[in-house]
């Protein structure tokens, strides 16, 4: 077994409350400097820069996971990670469909960027994207299930969209099996406070929206990874997420 220390929530300047300087390189260097393996890229209701960010992890030698936090309309967060960038990118194109048709200010919400594998501008996403959608949580998560998304509640230790806050504990009818927390300290807290949330797989990670937010090495999966791929690693990492609860 290997240790695989990880970040598994990351905006880009994609999403408009990040930094532009939270580019697809920028982020794998940063990431690279604190010594992380697998990264995933979880824009706001978008996977626009997952291409480009497979690209930058790969000069890195880290594992690139593509994600997306979907907003419900409920305005509770959850993260959907796809094993293949394939199902990635066709799930963002249906979830286009569920954001309402309301235009970014780029001077009041921030930019919406979209980047190639150099980090240079390909184009801007005109539509909002810290909207919600228009699908409740449990069409969300069923929704991202068809295209072959491992979905989790986004950081359910916040109050802001974290889906204790907003549904006032952690339903049992979606079948989730991992929990994200934004902070370690507040697992043991939570689980007396709140029974369903115990017995779940856990995955700490920062949210980050600038360089600096971004994990350092301190939380790993630990991946039976021989012989070796990149493949296998990640094959691995969504059995383990889907798997059996620990």
């Known amino acids: ?11 880009s300047c994609l999403s408009p409350c990040a930094d532009d300087d939270m580019t697809p390189n920028n982020i794998a260097g940063m990431a690279a400097l604190k010594g992380l393996q697998i990264l995933a890229l979880t ?15 790969r000069e890195q030698g880290i594992i690139a996971i593509a994600g997306m936090e979907l907003s419900t309309a409920e305005d509770i967060h959850i993260v959907c990670l796809f094993e293949s960038l394939e199902n990635a990118m066709a799930f963002d194109k249906e ?12 001077e009041i919400f921030g930019n919406q960027l979209i980047l190639d ?17 228009d699908l409740w949580l449990g069409d969300a998560v069923e929704l991202a299930r068809k295209y ?6 986004a950081h359910i230790d916040r109050e802001s969209n974290g889906i204790i806050a907003i549904l006032g504990d952690m339903p049992l009818d979606y079948g989730f099996d991992c929990l994200e927390f934004n902070d370690h300290s507040n697992i043991e807290p939570i ?44 094959k691995r990492l969504f059995e383990m997420l889907d798997g059996a609860n620990g």
Not at 43 to 57: G, I, L, M, R, V
Not at 97 to 105: A, E, F, G, T, V
Not at 193 to 219: F, Q
């Open 43 to 57: 824009d706001h209701n978008s996977c626009k820069n997952c291409p480009a960010f497979f690209e930058a992890c």
């Open 95 to 106: 979830i286009e469909k569920h954001l309402p048709d309301i235009k970014n200010r780029a």
């Open 191 to 234: 689980n007396e406070k709140y029974p369903n949330t115990r017995g779940k797989k856990v995955i700490v990670s920062s949210d980050a929206h600038h360089l600096w937010d971004i994990s350092e090495a301190d939380h790993c999966f630990e991946i039976d990874d021989e012989p070796y791929s990149s493949a296998l690693v990640r």
């Open 148 to 153: 072959g998304a491992h979905v989790h509640p």
């Open 117 to 133: 594998g150099e980090d240079e501008p390909i184009g801007e996403e005109c539509k909002l994207l810290i909207s919600s959608t």
């Open 1 to 11: 077994m290997t240790k695989y220390f990880y970040d598994m929530h990351i905006h």
